[in-house]
Every structure is written in structure tokens, then in C-alpha cells.
Nanobody, 125 residues
Framework: QVQLVESGGGLVQAGGSLRLSCAAS????????MGWFRQAPGKEREFVAV????????RYADSVKGRFTISRDNAKNTVYLQMNSLKPEDAAVYYC??????????????????WGQGTQVTVSS
């Protein structure tokens, strides 16, 4: 069973930065794509970013492109989300997730098999 544990959320002023981490259990972390999603109150869970198993390719939502960076350290079984120039609309619970399919960089939450418990990001204006 895979366990994903996010950390690094908190309160930040608009324009500030945060780095989220997601630590994964298990020895197969390096085999799968990892994604970040977020969900604000009253809204559906939305895609933020995804990275391939080796870290060589990434994909971002248009709303965060140029501000957020996803990366991973397979030696540490950890995926990161560096968030810069934060805006109030970035406030949400952020989740990491593991995609165990064999192809594609999916934007769909339904394609991801394992999820963390989430970490809250609050951005004050």
C-alpha cells in the first residue's frame, strides 16, 4: 500500500512563495508519474502539475505556468511543488497523487490511484 504525506502548506502573503513536499512510502516511487492537484472550498479538485517518473518531463495548468515548478527526488521518494508569486486564487488544499498508468501526463484526478491527505495553502491579499 502506498502512503503519500504532504507538508509545507501554510499562510503566505500574496506575492510570496511556498514549497510543498510529498513523501511517498514504498520502493516503487521512481516508477510512476506524480501529480499535484488542489481543491478550494465549493470547487472541484483541479490539476496543478505532473512530472514523469524520471523527472524529465512536466506539465502544468495554465493558471500556474511560469509560477509553479514541480520536481522530484527519487532517492528521497519525494515530489515537490515550488510555488512562487502566489495569488489569493491559489489558496486551496493541495494534494499529491500517484499515477500508475503506463503512459501519458494526465490532468484527470480519476487517473490517479493514490492520494495524500492534503496540505492547506492560504494566501492573504
Amino acid at each position: 500500500q502506498v502512503q503519500l504525506v504532504e507538508s509545507g502548506g501554510g499562510l503566505v502573503q500574496a506575492g510570496g512563495s511556498l514549497r510543498l513536499s510529498c513523501a511517498a512510502s514504498g520502493r516503487t516511487f521512481s516508477s510512476y508519474r506524480m501529480g499535484w492537484f488542489r481543491q478550494a472550498p465549493g470547487k472541484e479538485r483541479e490539476f496543478v502539475a505532473v512530472v514523469t517518473s524520471g523527472g524529465g518531463s512536466t506539465r502544468y495548468a495554465d493558471s500556474v505556468k511560469g509560477r509553479f515548478t514541480i520536481s522530484r527526488d527519487n532517492a528521497k521518494n519525494t515530489v515537490y511543488l515550488q510555488m512562487n508569486s502566489l495569488k489569493p486564487e491559489d489558496a486551496a488544499v493541495y494534494y499529491c497523487a500517484e499515477d500508475r498508468r503506463t503512459f501519458g501526463l494526465s490532468l484527470m484526478p480519476s487517473d490517479y490511484s493514490y492520494w495524500g491527505q492534503g496540505t492547506q495553502v492560504t494566501v492573504s491579499s
